[in-house]
């Protein structure tokens, strides 16, 4: 199947500065990419959706300042979470689609200290 | 709006016992609903899906029906084996999966 390559794996980092998480597609073109967050015992949850070459949308309650996300290019989507902080500590996860269905990146585990 | 309830882990079983995993869901509409596994080091991937009332996904020996009257999908397997163990995700969205609201997710570990 299609082949989704999220990285990093896992980052430490300190509060105050910026991460950047990459999301790639390694065999298909990706129209559309999805951000997903889940903190400790709670849901996965939607961030944001963006479509190659355009903004991103975000859900309610997730700060587009604060968590940058551009899809320059239809096999590639970055996320930066601008001057972290603990709170963001989390997992991340980018899936992405054509047509057809979602393909999922491994995640990437932040910690922010 | 939309919820997924999911049963919490870790749930830890010995290798051939049977399995379930409940799943309860809040939704407006006519969702479709998903099971999703990730693997240790590996991305999300569809295990089964049903997109109506009273279908039966099924996948790897895994199944769930969805239950409008219940409002659940619960996963269910006779037999797990160790290379079951991983993290098993129910989800509801759309019929093209876009915009999927997950549950917390369950580690299963599967000993031998």
């Known amino acids: 199947g299609a082949v989704v390559s999220q990285h990093p794996s896992r980052v430490i980092c300190k509060s105050g500065t910026s991460v950047k998480i990459e999301c790639r597609s390694l065999?298909?073109?990706?129209?559309?990419m999805f951000w997903y967050r889940q903190f400790p015992k709670q849901s996965l949850m939607l961030m944001a959706t963006?479509?190659?070459?355009?903004?991103?949308?975000?859900e309610q309650g997730v700060e587009k300042d604060k968590f940058l996300i551009n899809h320059a290019s239809l096999t590639l989507s970055t996320l930066t979470v601008t001057s972290a902080h603990p709170e963001d500590s989390s997992f991340y996860i980018c899936?992405?689609?054509?047509?057809?269905?979602?393909?999922f990146g491994s995640g990437t585990q932040l910690s922010v200290l | 709006g939309n919820s997924v309830t999911q049963m919490e882990g870790p749930v830890t079983l010995s290798e051939e016992a049977f399995l379930t995993i409940n799943c309860t869901y809040t939704?407006?509409?006519?969702?479709?609903l998903f099971w999703y596994v990730q693997y240790p080091g590996e991305g999300l991937q569809l295990l089964l899906k049903?997109?109506?009332?009273?279908d039966k996904g099924s996948n790897k020996g895994f199944e769930a029906t969805y239950r409008k009257e219940t409002t659940s999908f619960h996963l269910e397997k006779g037999s797990v084996q160790v290379s079951d163990s991983a993290v098993y995700f129910c989800?509801?969205?759309?019929?093209?999966?876009?915009?999927?609201?997950f549950g917390t997710g369950t580690r299963l570990t599967i000993i031998p």
């Open positions: 049903a997109t109506k009332a009273d």
């Open positions: 989800a509801l969205g759309g019929r093209g999966n876009e915009k999927l609201t």
């Open positions: 963006s479509n190659e070459g355009s903004k991103a949308t975000y």
């Open positions: 065999d298909f073109q990706a129209t559309t």
């Open positions: 899936s992405a689609r054509t047509d057809g269905p979602l393909f």
């Open positions: 939704a407006t509409g006519y969702p479709s």
